[in-house]
C-alpha cells in the first residue's frame, strides 16, 4: 500500500484538487456564470459595453480554455479575430494562450511526468523524439504543433510537461511559434466578420499561409525524411 501511494502520490493530489474545486463550485455557484442567468446577461451586457471588460472575458475565457477544454488551438485565433480584429486579435490571443500553455505545462510536469513518462518511454519514437534527442527535436516538434494549430491545445500542453524540454525553452519557443498561426486565423476570420479592410486581410492570411506551408515543407525534406530514412 505504501508503494501504491508512493508510486501515484502526485496522480492523487492532482484528482483531490480537482475534486475540492467541485465542491467549491457546488458551494458558492461559480458554474452559474456559464448558464443563462441575471448574473451572466449583466456580465456579458457590462462586456458589452465596456471594451475592458471584454478583454478580460476574453483572456479568462482562452486561458480556462487551453488547460481545461480538448479543442484546437486555432479556436482561440477565430474567436479573437472576430471580436477585436486582427492586430489586437492575434496580441490578446498569444498573451492568452501562452499564459494557458505555461500552466499546462506545469500541471502536467508536477502531476503527470512521473507517472506517464515511463508508459511513453516504452515507444521507440517517443523515446527518441521526446526524451534522448530532446536538444534536436524539441524545437521541431514544437513548431509543427505550434505553427499548425489544429492539435488539441490543452493536451498537447500537458504532453509537454511530460517531456524533458526545459520550461523556459518551452515558453519562448511556445509563442513564437504560435505567431503565424495565430496571425493567420486572426486575419482570416476578421476578413469574414468584417467588411472594412477584407481585401487587405485576406491577401496578408494568403501571405502566412504561404509562409508556414513553405517553412512545413522545408523541415520535412531536412528532417522528417532523414529520421523515416534512419528507423
Not at 1 to 30: A, C, E, T, V
Not at 75 to 99: D, H, K, Q, R, W
Not at 144 to 171: E, H
Request: charged share 15%.
Amino acid at each position: 500500500m505504501k508503494k501504491f501511494f508512493r508510486k501515484y502520490f502526485k496522480i492523487i493530489i492532482l484528482l483531490l484538487l480537482i475534486l475540492l474545486i467541485i465542491l467549491l463550485n457546488h458551494i458558492y455557484g461559480w458554474s452559474d456564470l456559464f448558464q443563462e442567468t441575471d448574473g451572466l446577461n449583466d456580465f456579458l451586457t457590462e462586456a458589452a459595453d465596456s471594451f475592458g471588460a471584454l478583454v478580460l472575458l476574453y483572456l479568462v475565457v482562452t486561458v480556462i480554455g487551453c488547460v481545461v477544454l480538448a479543442v484546437p488551438g486555432m479556436t482561440f485565433a477565430i474567436l479573437a479575430g472576430a471580436i477585436f480584429g486582427p492586430y489586437l486579435g492575434s496580441i490578446l490571443c498569444l498573451v492568452a494562450t501562452t499564459i494557458g500553455a505555461m500552466g499546462s505545462y506545469l500541471v502536467g510536469r508536477f502531476f503527470l511526468r512521473d507517472t506517464i513518462k515511463p508508459l511513453a518511454m516504452k515507444n521507440k519514437y517517443l523515446r527518441r523524439w521526446l526524451f534522448e534527442e530532446t536538444e534536436k527535436s524539441d524545437i521541431l516538434i514544437l513548431f509543427i504543433t505550434r505553427t499548425i494549430p489544429i492539435f488539441p491545445y490543452n493536451l498537447q500542453n500537458f504532453a509537454y510537461g511530460v517531456t524533458d524540454i526545459k520550461f523556459g525553452r518551452y515558453t519562448l519557443f511556445t509563442f513564437l511559434f504560435m505567431i503565424p498561426g495565430v496571425a493567420l486565423f486572426t486575419f482570416s476570420s476578421s476578413a469574414v466578420f468584417s467588411a472594412d479592410n477584407r481585401t487587405l486581410y485576406i491577401i496578408i492570411a494568403a501571405i502566412i499561409l504561404v509562409f508556414v506551408v513553405s517553412i512545413g515543407f522545408i523541415i520535412y525534406k531536412k528532417y522528417f525524411k532523414k529520421h523515416l530514412k534512419e528507423d
